[in-house]
């Protein structure tokens, strides 16, 4: 009788186009899906309140879809390693499944998982094309190990060969186990969410997909960095806990139009940011290039741009969205981003950390290089690159929609005035705390 195979899931919780869950099944034995709460994540680092409401809720939706299947979502908390290994010797399972990851902490969780395993005799199977499109290193540079540059990354990145997207399982047997708990939202984490943050798993993804390839995507080239039309696809939370998959999502989009092959070049992009990670880990904190920036500390400011009260609108209606929803359009991040690593010259380590806690889908490979790629330190061809506030406002808000949408305080004002309110007075709302670059 073929052993069971444990499924471990990670940042894939989905059971379409899924390489863990496929293989495991493939095997020819009972298939355990096992989740593990990492005590390492959830309590020593302290897993932000909106990210812990939306994993609660695609590990119920996941459970949903997998008894479907016949099988049902195990889950334990603990030491990640000891969990599996546990798991594996209860239910007999020769081999552990997992999705390959860029970050150092995944990596490391990787080798303890495997030394763990092999004490026992167990095999623990990476699987690489899961948590991206391509692989980092499969479309390295001859003679390098990852593109520091987006344009030659995305046109190899264009022409690379794709996998096929992979079915559900047909039916799933689970051995004799004890399930364990699906936790609630609270049981995650300590503090106060977004009140309108939005949740949900594969089964809420999926339909989003259906709607947004249907629909949304066709005026995407046009209108994804208008901030008052909302018009980018909000599956970023579900491609970062792996609800969805990027493989599926580019097999799906036609990049034969404009809307599908702008919407094309953003997956790319999220493909590129892995694999700089992936080849240069300390790029998480560190900076990818040394430009040797003299930042300045400033307390009051940094705490006006958390507040979202800078008195730069375009600036702190982003900041307003993003603590009420837990996520803003990336147009509003990088305006955001720019004020304060290059208007406020405070470092980008703390602006990347503040929205660590409150972006739903703060992807460590994303966040981190994006805030370098505005503050001059990553892989912009541009470094000294500076977003003005209000040409991007008057671009990308002209008529204030946005702005009027997230700032009460400035609600009655003509489109017009919204974005300079020290040209008159307006009650609640705080004079800008620097001069406005460029003027």
């Given amino acids: 009788m073929t052993a069971p195979a444990v499924a471990l899931f990670t940042r894939d919780l989905r ?15 009972a298939v355990v899906p096992l989740f593990v709460l990492d005590e390492a994540i959830l309590v020593r680092r302290a897993c932000p309140p909106n990210r812990a409401h939306f994993l609660a809720t695609a590990l119920s939706e996941l459970d949903t879809e997998l008894r479907a299947l016949g099988g049902r979502l195990v889950v334990r908390s603990g030491d990640v390693a000891e969990q599996v290994a546990r798991v594996a010797a209860e239910t007999g399972a020769a081999t552990v499944h997992i999705a390959a990851d860029v970050s150092a902490y995944s990596r490391g969780r990787e080798e303890r998982l495997r030394q763990r395993l092999s004490r026992d005799r167990r095999e623990l199977c990476v699987h690489r094309h899961s948590v991206t499109v391509l692989a980092p290193g499969e479309s390295a540079p001859a003679g390098r190990d990852h593109y520091a540059v987006f344009t030659p990354y995305f046109h190899r990145w264009t022409a690379a060969q794709r996998r096929a997207p992979l079915r ?32 949900g798993g594969e089964t809420t993804g999926r339909r989003i997909v259906r709607d947004w390839l249907s629909h949304g995507i066709t005026e995407y080239a046009r209108d994804s960095d208008d901030l008052a039309a909302d018009a980018t696809s909000h599956l970023s939370p579900y491609l970062h806990f792996g609800c969805l998959s990027p493989a599926e999502l580019v097999h799906r989009t036609n990049g034969s139009t404009a809307g599908g092959a702008a919407f094309l070049r953003q997956l790319a992009w999220r493909d590129f940011h892995h694999q700089v990670l992936a080849a240069r880990p300390r790029a998480a904190w560190h900076d990818y290039r040394d430009r040797e920036i003299r930042w300045r500390t400033d307390e009051q400011a940094v705490q006006a741009w958390t507040q979202g009260r800078t008195g730069f609108p375009i600036v702190d209606a982003g900041m307003r969205q993003l603590h009420a929803q837990g996520w803003m359009p990336n147009r509003a991040r990088l305006i955001a981003a720019s004020f304060l690593a290059k208007s406020l010259r405070v470092d980008w380590r703390i602006g990347a950390r503040h929205f660590r806690y409150w972006l739903v889908d703060a992807d460590l490979a994303n966040n981190q290089l994006n805030w370098q790629w505005v503050a001059g330190t990553g892989n912009d061809t541009r470094p000294n690159r500076v977003l003005n506030p209000l040409r991007q406002a008057d671009r990308y808000d002209p008529d204030g929609s946005y702005v009027r949408r ?7 004002l003509e489109s017009l005035a919204v974005h300079r309110p020290w040209r008159s007075t307006v009650a609640h709302y705080p004079a800008p705390i620097i001069e406005c670059p460029g003027m």
């Fill in 15 to 29: 059971v379409r186009d899924n390489p863990v869950l496929t293989a495991a099944y493939r095997a020819g034995g």
């Fill in 168 to 199: 559900a399982p047909r039916r799933l047997e689970l051995p004799a186990i004890d399930p364990g708990a699906l936790p609630r939202p609270g049981d995650l984490a300590v503090g106060d969410r977004s009140p309108d943050l939005s949740v």
């Fill in 406 to 412: 997230w700032i009460p305080e400035l609600a009655d």
